[in-house]
């Protein structure tokens, strides 16, 4: 009877160890971990920042541009009016031109850098597509030449815009109807003349000719420019050999 019950007993011990080992047994070649879980990485269309991984292994270059084209300003158009005279007036609903545009960029002269501080570049939004047309074209007809400058405009309701907003100020400007073009430069650097000598005096011209063509009532050049237009439009006046003034009717 305890030799049946042994017997018994390791039979059940030998079938317990057998299953255990069974399935090492039934597994082929070494075993391995678990694969590790990874998080999945920024793919070609976008990186951990946002940005696709393309633009960011792109030549800083370009990555400058695309960064600019990322921060073009729109612009918010309105019907603005332009109340009393460029020399005492002001502006209602007026229009904000960007920092800088394709064909475009602003320049400060007071602080004698770009972009223009954005309470010097508002307008009426004829006098704005005015003068972006003009440069549209005139960007078309010289594929080579470099960005226009554009200067001061209006104040954000216009009035008075003298000496107590930085240099000798402004006489005119009150209303939206102004605005101050930069000759572009011979060396096609995007600034404002240091002298005439700078000024590439055969595209100033044709900015001058452009914008009496787009119905500019008045359009002050330098007097040491030798820049000519209709003697009822184009006028040389002190203190504009370094830039354009330009006019429209309100």
């Not at 002050?220 to 420019?225: A, I, K, L, S």
Request: hydrophobic residues 40%; proline residues 9%.
């Amino acid at each position: 009877m305890v030799r049946a019950l042994v017997i018994a007993a390791l039979v059940a011990l030998t079938t317990a160890v057998a299953l255990m080992v069974s399935p090492i047994l039934a597994h082929k070649g070494p075993v391995r971990p678990a694969p590790k879980v990874v998080p999945s990485s920024p793919t070609n269309a976008q990186s951990a920042n946002g940005q696709s991984s393309a633009a960011l292994g792109a030549p800083l270059g370009a990555r400058t541009v695309a960064a600019k084209a990322n921060r073009t300003e729109r612009i918010h158009w309105r019907n603005s009016v332009a109340v009393g005279l460029p020399e005492a007036g002001r502006l209602i609903r007026g229009v904000r031109l960007p920092p800088e545009g394709r064909h475009y960029f602003t320049w400060d002269p007071i602080l004698t850098r770009q972009p223009n501080r954005p309470w010097r570049r508002w307008a009426t939004d004829d006098l704005i597509r005015t003068v972006l047309r003009v440069i549209r074209a005139y960007a078309r007809a010289h594929p080579g030449a470099p960005r226009v400058g554009i200067g001061d405009l209006s104040r954000p309701r216009g009035g008075d815009f003298g000496p107590q907003f930085g240099g000798i100020g402004h006489a005119t400007h009150q209303n939206g109807l102004d605005a101050d073009v930069y000759y572009p430069l011979r060396s096609e650097a995007e600034r404002s003349p240091l002298s005439v000598d700078e000024v590439n005096l055969r595209l100033a011209q044709d900015l001058v000719d452009r914008f009496v063509r787009a119905g500019a009532v008045q359009v002050y050049v330098g007097p040491n420019t030798g820049l000519t237009g209709p003697p009822d439009v184009v006028e040389a006046i002190p203190y504009h050999d370094n830039h354009l003034h330009v006019r429209i009717a309100g």
